[in-house]
């Protein structure tokens, strides 16, 4: 099992900056995969980015705006959000892979004002 904990969210205007964390439960260097996804009110779950090992890979709608980076010895994933959208407005979830299976935190609430 893996439990995980995001925290950061919060409201900020458009252009702003946030950054999310997602604390595991388990050492991040033992799993395969971790990523963060959102889900905007009325919309599917998307995929925003994701790491493993060194490679990390971004949705084009972040791209350049936004950065992924796990830190092993503090066992936390995080999302670095610069030049923040309106559209950026989601619930922020952390995913994460081990021994073929897919775990996820409860989510954490971004909102950009205009």
């Known amino acids: 099992q893996v439990q995980l904990v995001e925290s950061g969210g919060g409201l900020v205007q458009a252009g702003g900056s946030l950054r999310l964390s997602c604390a595991a439960s388990?050492?991040?260097?033992?799993?395969?995969?971790m990523g963060w996804y959102r889900q905007a009110p009325g919309k599917q779950r998307e995929w925003v980015a994701s790491?493993?090992?060194?490679?990390?890979k971004y949705a084009d709608s972040v791209k350049g705006r936004f950065t992924i980076s796990r830190d092993s010895a503090k066992n936390t994933m995080y999302l670095q959000m610069n030049s923040l959208k309106p559209e950026d407005t989601a619930v922020y979830s952390c995913?994460?892979?081990?021994?073929?299976?897919?775990?996820w935190g409860q989510g954490t609430q971004v909102t950009v004002s205009s």
């Open positions: 995913n994460a892979d081990w021994r073929g299976l897919s775990f």
């Open positions: 388990r050492f991040t260097s033992s799993i395969n995969v």
């Open positions: 790491i493993s090992g060194g490679t990390t």
